[in-house]
């Protein structure tokens, strides 16, 4: 069974469907802007638990969503708070 994800506007889909990334957070004390996105873009923290990702459903609706998964079970799970 593949993970399937559930638009807000196309409904659930295959997750081949999307593209993903992490939201990372970059360190205050990386001040230059260059060095910011290249920490953004390329330095992840691929944790274990519960993490936010950003989805694009790329062959859907052409939307951003935010998502909360478990890592270690590709769970969707509420936000935490």
Same mark, same amino acid.
């Given at each position: 069974m593949?993970?399937?994800?559930?638009?807000?506007?196309? !409904?659930?889909r295959s997750?081949?469907?999307?593209?993903? !990334?992490e939201i990372?957070v970059?360190?205050?004390a990386i001040a230059?802007p260059d060095?910011r996105?290249?920490?953004?873009g390329?330095?992840h923290?691929?944790?274990h638990g519960?993490?936010r990702?950003?989805w694009?459903h790329?062959? !859907?609706?052409?939307r951003?969503?935010t998502?909360?998964?478990?890592?270690?079970?590709?769970?969707w799970?509420?936000?935490? !708070?």
């Amino acid at each position: 069974m593949s993970l399937r994800i559930r638009c807000p506007h196309c !409904g659930p889909r295959s997750v081949e469907e999307w593209v993903h !990334g992490e939201i990372p957070v970059v360190p205050d004390a990386i001040a230059d802007p260059d060095a910011r996105d290249v920490d953004r873009g390329y330095m992840h923290t691929n944790e274990h638990g519960v993490v936010r990702e950003a989805w694009f459903h790329l062959s !859907g609706c052409r939307r951003w969503v935010t998502l909360w998964r478990d890592s270690r079970t590709d769970e969707w799970v509420e936000p935490p !708070g």
